[in-house]
T-cell receptor
């Protein structure tokens, strides 16, 4: 059982380039999340989805877009990368929105924008 | 969505009990209190959850007072492998909001 898988694990981009981060979960979870983690900032929520075909903004959505065309996948896009988007990105999923639901995290994607 | 509050860092010697407290001033009636652990270069992982009173599992204990405005994560007899960041995120019906967490350093 793979859980939550993020692709790629590492990436270096030049300023202005675009890329898509892929998150896949095999637990049939309804909810999925994208976070970024910067030193001293903890995890900050970028976007999230409460089901296939839905997306919503989190704490820091600017400069990112997301899509949830299939229940098992949640894509995070950077249309024009900036150095401020250098970070470690984590995807997570949870069964549903019930208050006792736990979130399962991927291993992270380390992105550097030069 | 107001975040929870916890100390930024703590140090402890091996073999000691460590208690990390989190403030949940904006907790809702239906909210559960959940703690996560994150090792370097890994994603956070769930370690314990409770609604009220005390919960214990093989990793930790969680103490929640009657008013539920705070919680205390207790790690018995820590070892070097317990060095990690510990989070008590704010949860709502549709999202989980993390703060900076508490960075625990265990000293030999």
């Amino acid at each position: 059982n793979a859980g939550v898988t993020q692709t790629p694990k590492f990436r270096v981009l030049k300023t202005g380039q675009s890329m898509t981060l892929l998150c896949a979960q095999d637990m049939n979870h309804e909810y999925m999340y994208w976070y970024r983690q910067d030193p001293g900032m903890g995890l900050r929520l970028i976007h999230y989805s409460v089901g296939e075909g839905t997306t919503a903004k989190g704490e820091v959505p600017d400069g990112y877009n997301v899509s949830r065309l299939k229940k098992q996948n949640f894509l995070l896009g950077l249309e024009s990368a900036a150095p401020s988007q250098t970070s470690v990105y984590f995807c997570a999923s949870s069964r549903d929105g019930r208050p006792n639901t736990e979130a399962f995290f991927g291993q992270g994607t380390r992105l550097t924008v030069v | 969505l107001a975040k929870t509050t916890q100390p930024i860092s703590m140090d402890s010697y091996e073999g000691q009990e460590v208690n990390i407290t989190c403030s949940h001033n904006n907790i809702a009636t239906n909210d559960y209190i959940t703690w996560y652990q994150q090792f370097p270069s890994q994603g956070p992982r769930f370690i314990i959850q409770g609604y009220k009173t005390k919960v214990t599992n093989e990793v930790a204990s969680l103490f929640i007072p009657a008013d539920r405005k705070s919680s205390t994560l207790s790690l018995p007899r820590v070892s070097l492998s317990d060095t990690a960041v510990y989070y008590c995120p704010k949860t709502s019906y549709d999202k989980v909001i993390f703060g900076p967490g508490t960075s625990l350093s265990v000293i030999p």
